[in-house]
C-alpha cells in the first residue's frame, strides 16, 4: 500500500475502555471481556484504547486525549455504595474500588469534552452515581419490581437469552433508532437505578418501571447507557447491531468535528 493510499484513509475513533481487577491464582490482573471489544471494532468500527483502573487517575486527561469517545462496560464487580450514600447491602459481592474512582471522574471529565460515552450494565450505573444518582442495591427485594438476576446455574446461553420486554420513550431518538415500540433484552443484574443523576433521563423501561436505558440531552450530544447487555452476540441481534452502529457514528462525528 502506498504512502499517500495510507494517509487518505479515513481515521477510525479511538474509544477509551476501562479495565477491571480481577485476581487470578495469588496475581493481581486487570482484565477486559472479548464479548465487549469485539462488537466495539465490528460494528462500531472504532478502536478500543483499553486503559487500566489501578493506577489512579493522574493520567487520565492524558488517555482522554486520545479518546474520541468514551464506552463503560458491566462487570462482575459492584460500585461501592458509599460513593452514593448507602451502606453495603451485599457484602458477600464483589467490588472493584479502584475502576470506582477512576471511572467516576472520567465519566466527568468525558462530559465536560464533549465525548460520545456509551455504558453497559455497570458503566449504566457509574454514570448515574458520577452525576448524583443512586442505585437500588437489591432491585429483588423491592416491592413491585421482578427479580432481573440470572439463574447462575443456567448455560451462559440460557442466562444470555431474551428474558423480558423494554420500552423505549415513544417518540425519543432512541425509538425512532430501534424502530419499534418494544424489544426483547436480556437480564442479567441485581442492581439498577434508583433515583436519576443531574442532567439524565429516561429513554426506556422495562415491564415492571425498571429504568432500562438513560441519555443526557442537556450534558452531551452523545451519551447513552443500557442496563442489559447487548455486547452479546450483537451482530446477530439487529437491536444491538443499531445500538453499537449508532455509537460509532458519534465517535466518527467527533473525529470529524476534531479535524
Not at 34 to 49: D, N, R
Not at 63 to 72: E, H, I, R, S, T
Amino acid at each position: 500500500m502506498s504512502d499517500k493510499k495510507i494517509r487518505s484513509t479515513p481515521r477510525k475513533p479511538v474509544v477509551l475502555m476501562s479495565m477491571g481487577a480481577q485476581e487470578r491464582k495469588g496475581h493481581d490482573y486487570q482484565v477486559m471481556t472479548h464479548k465487549y471489544i469485539q462488537p466495539l471494532v465490528e460494528l462500531s468500527g472504532c478502536v478500543p484504547l483499553l486503559v487500566p483502573t489501578c493506577c489512579g487517575t493522574a493520567d487520565l486527561e492524558q488517555y482522554l486525549d486520545m479518546a474520541d469517545g468514551v464506552y463503560l462496560t458491566g462487570a462482575g464487580s459492584n460500585i461501592d455504595p458509599a460513593l452514593y450514600g448507602q451502606e453495603n447491602e451485599t457484602p458477600n459481592k464483589a467490588q472493584d474500588r479502584d475502576r470506582d474512582l477512576f471511572d467516576l471522574p472520567l465519566i466527568r471529565a468525558a462530559l465536560a469534552r464533549g465525548l460520545p460515552i456509551f455504558g453497559i450494565c455497570r458503566g449504566m450505573q457509574e454514570i448515574n452515581v458520577a452525576l448524583g444518582g443512586d442505585i437500588f442495591q437489591k432491585v429483588y427485594a423491592e416491592p413491585g419490581y421482578h427479580d432481573h438476576r440470572e439463574n447462575p446455574d443456567d448455560p451462559v446461553e440460557v442466562q444470555y437469552a431474551p428474558r423480558h420486554a423494554v420500552y423505549p420513550v415513544p417518540g425519543s431518538w432512541f425509538a425512532e433508532l430501534l424502530g419499534q415500540p418494544e424489544i426483547r433484552v436480556n437480564s442479567l443484574h441485581g442492581q439498577a437505578i434508583r433515583n436519576l443523576g443531574q442532567g439524565l433521563e429516561v429513554l426506556a423501561s422495562a415491564e415492571d418501571g425498571l429504568i432500562e436505558a438513560i441519555h443526557a440531552p442537556s450534558l452531551s450530544p452523545f451519551l447513552l447507557a443500557v442496563q442489559w447487555h447487548p455486547e452479546w452476540r450483537a451482530a446477530t441481534n439487529p437491536d444491538s447491531v443499531k445500538i453499537f452502529q449508532a455509537f460509532g457514528e458519534a465517535c466518527r462525528r467527533r473525529v470529524a468535528e476534531q479535524s
